[in-house]
């Protein structure tokens, strides 16, 4: 087993995304957020895509209630016509032949740490290991709020309050990254990934900025 050492990254998570500042840019200019800028009320009487100023604020991909008009790159326009990604970017990750052989870059984070697409080595010290899917560590919370507006109409995962961290739940920390080795950073770096589970790209970063 490698051991590795000056990976970079911090103990503390930096939130990002919205009017805190992009979460990063995959290889081809395109920017990540992962959260929508859409909420609704407690009553769940009154909600809006473009609204952000309800209680509970409306995940992209996690629901099928509300529809933000994602393509099947995980993206779409925002009002002010700046494309960007809420997810996995398929179309990008096939252009840069992305399979599940190879672990495939597809970006660097606002931290300056290198982004990668699904898969992973599943040892993270050993380059010749299995590569498997990653999965982010989050699930549906335990103890729904009483101010939440009906899981009847919005099932959880609608919100991103439905959703808590919960350690080793998954192959992921908090930032949807880990330490380990890739094909480019062969003696292990921190690195992030777009995973097909939620939060599908990170909403923090752990290096400096």
């Not at 959260?35 to 509970?56: F, H, I, M, V």
Request: hydrophobic residues 30%; negative net charge; charged residues 15%.
């Amino acid at each position: 087993m490698k051991a590795l050492h000056n990976t970079g990254q911090s103990s503390s998570a930096t939130m990002m995304g919205g009017p805190r500042g992009i979460t990063g840019l995959v290889l081809n200019g395109v920017k990540i957020d992962a959260g929508t800028g859409g909420s609704c009320d407690d009553s769940g009487e009154n909600c809006d895509l473009g609204d952000n100023s309800g209680n509970w604020n409306i995940e992209a991909l996690s629901q099928t209630t509300f529809s933000f008009g994602t393509d099947a790159n995980n993206a779409h326009v925002q009002p002010d016509g700046t494309y960007h990604y809420h997810g996995m970017p398929e179309g990008f990750i096939t252009m840069q032949g992305g399979n599940e052989t190879t672990m495939t870059l597809i970006g660097w984070a606002a931290d300056g740490f290198p982004i990668y697409a699904r898969y992973g080595y599943s040892d993270s010290t050993d380059a010749t290991s299995e590569l498997v899917a990653m999965t982010g560590s989050y699930q549906h919370v335990t103890t729904v709020s009483t101010n939440r507006p009906s899981t009847d109409i919005y099932p959880l995962g609608t919100f991103a309050q439905d959703w808590e961290y919960v350690a080793g739940s998954g192959d992921l920390d908090e930032c949807n990254g880990r330490i380990g080795v890739t094909p480019e950073f062969p003696d292990g770096i921190y690195h992030y990934y777009a995973t097909d589970t939620y939060p599908f790209f990170q909403r923090c970063v752990k290096g400096e900025l």
